[in-house]
């Protein structure tokens, strides 16, 4: 499709195991974000790529938290030694240019993740 | 830091009737993106203003960025219930950063 893709789309862990979320943004575009969304509020900046390089991880709650896009493309969110409350709807983004206020984001459906 | 405050957080409205959603930054803004959610989906691009005065329309919605470029507003005309969702404000949390910001969301319901 032309849109992002993100996989699962409902992930259930249970306290304590890792877990690993995709994201496929659209091809050719240069930005990618993920975000962070809990039950009623906004949603949360965790990272920024620029193509393959993590320009800002400042949102990354502890170092449990990992993301990575090695080829520039496609773009993994890895939470290890899951706690309840990284339970919330994990969304990426991705833009066609490098800097934000020059195109806008477009998001996928996001993961919903409920840690048990 | 910067932060985006929307109001009201929630609105219910009869079908027909026009509204107004305000998000206010704790600085300049140095452009503003308007989104809309619905229930268990990604956030949907409405439109972008850059320009302090700056006033843009899609439809029956129009936004509008303050001349001090430190609160918009984004106003439904005849409100539908296609309408309904959460509405949500988004900045650069300052210029020459990456790190992209979002408001606290305005949740809108439309009576049919």
């Known amino acids: 499709g032309a849109g992002v893709s993100q996989s699962p789309r409902y992930k259930v862990a249970k306290r304590g195991q890792d877990v690993a979320l995709r994201c496929d943004p659209i091809s050719g575009h240069v930005s990618l974000f993920w975000y962070q969304q809990a039950l009623g509020q906004g949603p949360e900046f965790l990272t920024y790529?620029?193509?393959?390089?993590?320009?800002?991880k400042s949102g990354l709650p502890s170092d449990r938290f990992f993301a990575e896009r090695p080829e520039g493309s496609v773009s993994t969110l890895k939470i290890q030694r899951t706690q309840q409350e990284d339970s919330a709807v994990y969304l990426c983004a991705s833009s066609l240019m490098a800097r934000t206020m020059e195109s806008p984001l477009h998001f996928g459906n996001g993961t919903r993740l409920t840690v048990t | 830091s910067q932060e985006l405050e929307q109001s009201p957080q929630s609105l219910i409205v009869q079908e027909g009737k026009n509204l107004t959603i305000n998000c206010t930054s704790s600085?300049?803004?140095?452009?503003l993106y308007w989104y809309k959610q619905k229930y268990g989906e990604g956030l949907i691009f409405l439109m972008m203003?850059?320009?302090?005065?700056e006033e843009k329309s899609h439809e029956k919605i129009t936004a509008k960025l303050d001349e001090k470029k430190q609160q918009s507003s984004l106003h439904i005309t005849a409100s539908q219930p296609s309408h309904a969702g959460i509405y949500l404000c988004g900045a650069d949390s300052a210029s020459g950063t990456y790190k992209y910001i979002f408001g606290t969301g305005t949740r809108l319901k439309v009576l049919a």
């Open positions: 790529f620029q193509n393959e390089a993590q320009l800002d």
């Open positions: 203003l850059q320009k302090g005065g």
């Open positions: 600085k300049t803004l140095y452009g």
